[in-house]
């Protein structure tokens, strides 16, 4: 079987406060999920299960110092670890497919931990919307 970790990056700035945003512009949720990995939570509509990673802001040349710690600080204790989108929102965003792994399929978790822990070390490629 194959593992396809893809990088996708949420706008989250509608749920930040504004005294934050106006500093920092967008704000976007950096996360990571198998993209050929589709899970079902009570309907129908495929789900990607996507880990989180990290938080970037757009205006990180301009930001103060405070503000992007703040930022930080609050995502790391506020950002679920893991969520849930569909699988059709996802394929409206732009999204950053990193190299594929091949695994057995009783090899599948430990792989997919191995990639988790790789990428929470080491920061993927992609750019940030509207750059």
């Keep these: 079987m194959y593992i396809k970790p893809t990088i996708v990056l949420i706008d989250e700035t509608q749920y ?75 394929e409206r965003m732009k999204v950053f497919p990193q190299t594929t792994h091949r695994c057995k399929k009783d090899e599948y978790e430990e792989v997919w931990e191995g990639i988790l822990e790789y990428y929470r070390c080491n920061s993927p490629q992609y750019s940030i919307p509207g750059e």
Excluded at 48 to 76: G, H, K, M
């Design 16 to 90: 930040w406060d504004t005294a934050l945003t106006d500093q920092a512009g967008k704000i976007f949720g950096v996360h990571i999920f198998d993209a050929n990995k589709v899970v079902h939570c009570c309907e129908i509509a495929g789900s990607y299960e996507l880990e989180a990673l990290d938080v970037e802001i757009f205006n990180y040349e301009t930001c103060p110092e405070s503000i992007q710690d703040e930022i930080y600080t609050q995502w790391r204790l506020c950002t679920e670890p893991v969520m849930y989108v569909h699988v059709s929102d996802i």
